[in-house]
Structure formats: structure tokens, C-alpha cells
């Protein structure tokens, strides 16, 4: 029961707040079957189930989409982050999802200024000589002012918004249940994973709301790209960052979505689209760190053909096997290789069960419509979403580090294109995939993956005999035991449990009535007889109100 799951009053507002919303946006049905109505009533708080005739004629994309803008910060960001998930939403959802925009309103700079000093150790104007109090942008985290340092370098203050890791770590504990019971409760929606969902959007929202975790991402990528003086990471200002406050150089360029104003400024834009791509595949498929939201909002154009990136609040990492395994899968895609594609994907779906009879047909035709389609007129961002919307038909869903990056990499090249309309993404990563396999295959990589394996066989085997051990002398004392499971009897099993009290206490209800009644009929003023039968009245009361409230289920 939900009111038991949340078992801390501290959240029933947040509840109370969260309930009533996805009410109006005509989710009512969802909140009674998963137990927040009966919660709620239960804690004296009404809800109102009236839902607005403008707001049902919604499509159920948008509805949720205006639910979790409504729901506040935390909820926009779960739906970024449900937006990288092209393995589990159809476009439409997908195109909803990324409507979000991570913006809200500025609050007055006199209510940062107490943890602004705080977070400096004295006061801004004693190291910022200038500061402009009037924000320069304001997201649901964090606001953004100007300032300038003594030696007149320009600099952006990244101030997280007072109080609000408090309201956001109430908004994890509340899905994280919520996620637990929709899955027990929706059949219908554990497709989408809801637990795994949250799980990865509490470690990013986490890792987001840490300021001086941005710093270290930016740091990280600006040392990869080091060699590369095209592209421009903004400098972090250690000394005055901290956990809620990033200070940077700010960077003075054209917005990535000005595309009239680079054309106006004689900036190349097929130079860009390919800097900017090699910049991004050199981060996903050489470093195996990458700047996993590289949308034109986190992107500037500067003099002589240069770019900047900015915002690393969302970055995602790759391990070499992942970035193998990707490169692998277009490779395959490239040179119409079927059974190597089916392959990286089954193991991509971490042994989910799938009927391969069905999915290689499926694959082996997807494949085959690009047979002899010059590389340059490849479309990979489509290509990598028909790809994905296989998998979400037969309900496999993606590893969360690739489903980020497929979904940055389509991203790229949707920018690229609208740089270029002539963008070859395939041949720009074309590169990068062979130098991965080539890699791969190196014989200092093949030997230092078998003494890793030797190493790893070695310490099993030197296990062993004391594992053994350990079942032998467990088996001696009897206390060796085998335990089988069969999840779906379980269900089964409490509704014979549910069934059998209620058989047990009809029979009682039964027993109080004729025992009253005999001893009514001895003595009718008995004490004895009206307590039986006031005892059976609410015995038989019990018994009703279990079926009424099992809703006939068993």
C-alpha cells in the first residue's frame, strides 16, 4: 500500500501536489489504481477529480508533457532525460519530450546574495569589481549573472537557486516509490522500465545539482581536446567554485541556433558542421567521455571558424567494450551486415527475452533496404532511430549509456545538416569506427585482454577449493538449502491466503449468529447474545468491505 510505502508525512504535501496535477492532465485512473487517491483520503486530504474539457482533447504526448512542466523542476528533468530514451518512446513522445526547456523565472539577486557570500567567504564586490544583479539566463537548478574579474576577464556566475536540493531529493524519494508501484500495479507500463528510468535520472539530477562535478567534465573534455584549438572549452575559476557555485570564463559568440547571423559574420558552415561532428565523435568513440547534450543552445560560433562548447551538467561515458560493440553495429549497418548487427543487439539487450526467429527476418530487411546506397548519402541519425524503433517494437530496451549517446548522436547530425544540408555524418565517423576496430584488434590490446582473462580464470580457480569448502561444511550441518521461485504463483498464492481468511471468518460470523441465536432463544435479555451478534454484524461487515475493496479481483 502506498501510504504504508511512503511511511514519512514530511512528503504528503509534495504528494497531495503531484496526485492533483496528473488528475487534471486526465490521469485519474493511474492515481487511483496505484493507491495515491486512497493514500491521500486516508490522510484527510481531498482531491478533485474534475479534469478541464480543453486539457482531455490533449493528445496523451502533450498531456504529460504539460503534467511534468507543471510538476516543477525535477519533473522537466526527467523528462530530458526521458527524451534520450528513443528505445522506450515513439517519436511523438519524443518530440514531446524534448519541448521541455530547462528555463524558469529569475529570482531577485538579493535572495542569492546570502549564499553567494556564503559560498565565497566575503562579500562579490570584493572579487568581482563589476557584477550585473540582473540575471543573464535561469534555469530550474541554477541563475546565471555577468561579472568581471580584477584583470577584466569576463566571467559567468552559476549560482544553484537556494533551498531547492531539499525540494528535488523529496521529488526522488516520491518516484522512486512511485516507480516501484506502477511496475507492480501497470503491467502495461513495465515496458518502460520505470524503476531503471529513475534510477538513472536520480545519478544525473544528482550529479547535476553538484556545480564542481560540471567543472571536472569540462575540465576532462578540454584536456581530450587539447590538440584541437578549433574547439574552445570555457575555463573553470577554481578558487570560487564550489558545490553550488561555478564560476567560468564566459564566452562571447554566435548562439548555435543563429544561423543568419554566421552567415552574416562570413563564418564557414561546412567547416563548422565537420569540426563540430569531429569534435563530438572523437569524444563518444576515442575518449569514451562525451558532452551528452550537444544541442544548438549549448553551442557558440567564435572568430575563424572556431566552436565552443558549454553546459557539461549531462555528460556520458562509454567503456571501451561499448564503444567495440558500437562500432561494430555500424560497421555492420555500413557494409549491409545483418547477422553481425543482430548480434551487438542481443547482446546490447543484456539477455532480455526476444524471439530472434522474428527480430533477424526484421533485421536482415532493414539491413537490406540501404544495400548499395553510397556512404555520403547515408542518413545515420535516421538509420540509428528505425534501428531503435525495432527494438522497442519486440520490447528490448537499450543499455542507458547508449541510448544517451545514439540520442547525441542524432542530435549532431540534425545540427550538422542544418549547417550543411550536404553533412556526411557516415563519412566523418567512418574514421573513428575503423580506428576503434583497428584498436580492438592491436596486439597490445589482445594481450592485455587475455591476461586479463588469465587473471580473472587464476583468482576462480584459487577460489575454489574454498568455496567448496564452504558447501561441503554447509551440507555436513544440514543447513544447505535449495530455494526455488516461481514468481508468477505468487500472485496466486496471496489470493488464496485473502480468499482463506475471508472463508475463516464468514465461518466465525456464522457461528456467533446461530450461537446468539441459541442463546437469545434461552434467555432474551442475554448480554451474551448481543454481543454475538454485534460481533457477527462486523465480522460480515469486514467480509464485505474486503470484497468490495479487492474490486472483485479475488
Given amino acids: 500500500m502506498l501510504w504504508q510505502a511512503i511511511g514519512a508525512v514530511r512528503d504528503l504535501g509534495r504528494l497531495h501536489d503531484i496526485a492533483s496535477v496528473l488528475i487534471r492532465y486526465g490521469f485519474g485512473d493511474l492515481v487511483r489504481r496505484i493507491g495515491m487517491a486512497g493514500a491521500l483520503e486516508r ?44 528505445d522506450l518512446f515513439p517519436a511523438e513522445w519524443i518530440a514531446e519530450f524534448s519541448k521541455l526547456q530547462d528555463a524558469a523565472p529569475t529570482i531577485p539577486f538579493a535572495e542569492l546574495l546570502p549564499q553567494l557570500t556564503e559560498d565565497l567567504g566575503e562579500p562579490p564586490e570584493a572579487v568581482f569589481p563589476r557584477l550585473e544583479p540582473e540575471a543573464l ?17 569576463a566571467v559567468i556566475l552559476k549560482v544553484r537557486r537556494p533551498g531547492i536540493r531539499p525540494v528535488v531529493e523529496a521529488d526522488l524519494r516520491l518516484l522512486a516509490r512511485l516507480a516501484e508501484i506502477v511496475e507492480a500495479e501497470a503491467p502495461e507500463l513495465r515496458r518502460y522500465r520505470p524503476r531503471e528510468v529513475v534510477r538513472q535520472f536520480t545519478l544525473s539530477l544528482r550529479r547535476e545539482l553538484d556545480f564542481s562535478a560540471e567543472g571536472r567534465s569540462a575540465e576532462r573534455i578540454a584536456a581530450n581536446l587539447a590538440a584541437h584549438p578549433e574547439i574552445v572549452v570555457p575555463r573553470i575559476h577554481w578558487q570560487w567554485t564550489g558545490e553550488r557555485l561555478n564560476v567560468q570564463d564566459y564566452i562571447e559568440g554566435i548562439p548555435g541556433r543563429d544561423l543568419a547571423a554566421v552567415a552574416a559574420a562570413g563564418l564557414d558552415r561546412r567547416l563548422l558542421a565537420r569540426r563540430g561532428a569531429r ?23 567564435l572568430p575563424d571558424n572556431r566552436i565552443a562548447f558549454i553546459d557539461f551538467g549531462m555528460t556520458g561515458r562509454l567503456s571501451e567494450e561499448r564503444r567495440y560493440q558500437l562500432a561494430l553495429l555500424l560497421h555492420g549497418l555500413v557494409s549491409h551486415d545483418a547477422e553481425k548487427v543482430a548480434e551487438v543487439l542481443l547482446d546490447w539487450s543484456g539477455g532480455a527475452e526476444v524471439d530472434s526467429e522474428t527480430l533477424q527476418p526484421e533485421i536482415d530487411a532493414f539491413v537490406d ?4 546506397v553510397p556512404l555520403k548519402h547515408l542518413d ?57 576496430l583497428l584498436a580492438h584488434a592491436a596486439p597490445g ?43 508468477p504463483l505468487k500472485p ?38 448481543r454481543f454475538g451478534f454485534i460481533a457477527a454484524a462486523l465480522g460480515g461487515l469486514w467480509v464485505l468491505f474486503s470484497i468490495w475493496r479487492g474490486g472483485g479481483r479475488n
Avoid at 478533485?48 to 512542466?69: I, K, M, T
Avoid at 562525451?290 to 557558440?300: E, L
Avoid at 496466486?492 to 432463544?521: E, K, P, Y
Fill in 43 to 86: 490522510a484527510g486530504r481531498a482531491l478533485r477529480w474534475h479534469e478541464p474539457e480543453a486539457l482531455a482533447r490533449l493528445e496523451p504526448p502533450a498531456r504529460v508533457r504539460r503534467a511534468l512542466e507543471e510538476l516543477g523542476p525535477s519533473f522537466v528533468k526527467l523528462g530530458q532525460i526521458l527524451a534520450t530514451r528513443i
Fill in 137 to 153: 539566463a535561469a534555469a530550474s537548478l541554477a541563475q546565471v549573472h555577468r561579472a568581471w574579474l580584477a584583470d577584466g576577464t
Fill in 279 to 301: 569534435a563530438v565523435l572523437k569524444m563518444m568513440l576515442e575518449d569514451g567521455f562525451f558532452h551528452a547534450d550537444p544541442h544548438p543552445g549549448n553551442v557558440f560560433y
Fill in 369 to 372: 533496404q540501404y544495400h548499395g
Fill in 380 to 436: 545515420l541519425g535516421a538509420m540509428l532511430s528505425d534501428l531503435v524503433a525495432i527494438l522497442r517494437e519486440h520490447g528490448l530496451a537499450l543499455p542507458p549509456d547508449l541510448a544517451l549517446l545514439i540520442k547525441a548522436f542524432i542530435t549532431l547530425e540534425g545540427m550538422g545538416r542544418q549547417l550543411d544540408p550536404d553533412f556526411d555524418m557516415a563519412g566523418e565517423a567512418a574514421p573513428f569506427l575503423e580506428q576503434v
Fill in 445 to 487: 590490446a589482445l594481450v592485455r585482454r587475455g591476461w586479463r582473462t588469465l587473471g580473472s580464470a587464476l583468482a576462480l580457480l584459487a577460489g575454489l577449493p574454498q568455496d567448496l569448502r564452504q558447501l561441503l561444511r554447509s551440507a555436513r550441518r544440514g543447513k544447505l538449502q535449495l530455494q526455488v521461485e516461481v514468481p
Fill in 492 to 529: 496466486f498464492g496471496d489470493r488464496l491466503d485473502r480468499a482463506a481468511s475471508r472463508l475463516a471468518i464468514s465461518i466465525v460470523t456464522a457461528a456467533l449468529i446461530i450461537g446468539s441465536a441459541i442463546v437469545m432463544t434461552v434467555e432474551r435479555e442475554s448480554a451474551l447474545g
